[in-house]
């Protein structure tokens, strides 16, 4: 099993920018898809925001292609969420996730890390 742990959240004004981290411990990062989901308030359930793949390789939910970016340093066991241009709908807690499956649905994914929360004022 892999623990995760979360940080970089916070309260920023619309156009702001933030930095998730995820670390990873218990297995190297590298041997996973990695990725990064969230629930609004009032969310039924978290929605897939970004995953970054082994190779490097990223895929991103259309409404934040080209403000949000995902990387990993696999040496240091750690998954980042780049954010910019941040809006009042990306008001939500982040949670990063590791899964072995070729998927996005929240169910797929294994091991979970408690949360960031993100607020974004207008």
């Known amino acids: 099993q892999v623990q995760l742990v979360e940080s970089g959240g916070g309260l920023v004004q619309t156009g702001d920018s933030l930095r998730l981290s995820c670390a990873a411990s218990?297995?190297?990062?590298?041997?996973?898809?990695m990725a990064w989901f969230r629930q609004s308030p009032g969310g039924k359930e978290r929605e897939f925001v970004a995953?970054?793949?082994?190779?490097?390789?990223?895929d991103y939910r259309d409404s934040v292609k080209g403000r949000f970016t995902v990387s990993r340093d696999n040496a240091k066991n750690t998954v980042y969420l780049q954010m910019n241009s941040l809006t009042p709908g990306d008001t939500a807690v982040y949670y990063c996730?590791?899964?072995?499956?070729?998927?996005?649905?929240?169910?797929?994914?294994?091991?979970w890390g408690q949360g960031t929360q993100v607020t974004v004022s207008s």
């Open positions: 218990g297995r190297p990062a590298g041997q996973y898809v």
């Open positions: 996730a590791t899964s072995f499956v070729n998927s996005i649905k929240s169910t797929d994914f294994n091991s």
């Open positions: 995953r970054i793949w082994r190779s490097g390789a990223t």
